[in-house]
């Protein structure tokens, strides 16, 4: 489960990186005179704003499957250990 967390958070920055240099930065290098990259390809660029969104919020569902699993090993500690499947499922669904 740990290892999802950090894949999670990863590919959030490397989205997060992406965007704010293909469609920020050339906003604001533009000098008036030319077409930005928003302009060009809008639906490419509402695509990578969207996918960066979606790897944000898997981030934070990450975080709350690692703060869950911690509170039910603590609250169940001689419990039998069952499977992780859910958290696979909650983690990257939203």
Do not use: P
């Not at 958070?9 to 992406?18: C, E, R, S, Y």
């Not at 990259?37 to 704003?49: A, D, F, K, P, S």
């Amino acid at each position: 489960m740990h290892k999802n967390l950090f894949i999670a958070l990863l590919i959030n920055a490397a989205l997060v990186i992406t965007f704010k240099t293909i469609v920020i930065l050339d906003e604001l290098d533009n000098s008036g005179n030319r077409r930005t990259i928003l302009e060009e390809n809008w639906i490419g660029c509402r695509l990578l704003y969207i996918l960066t969104k979606y790897s944000r919020m898997c981030t934070y569902m990450w975080m709350f499957c690692e703060g869950f699993y911690l509170h039910k090993l603590i609250a169940a500690a001689f419990a039998e250990q069952k499977s992780l499947y859910m958290f696979y499922f909650i983690g990257w669904s939203k």
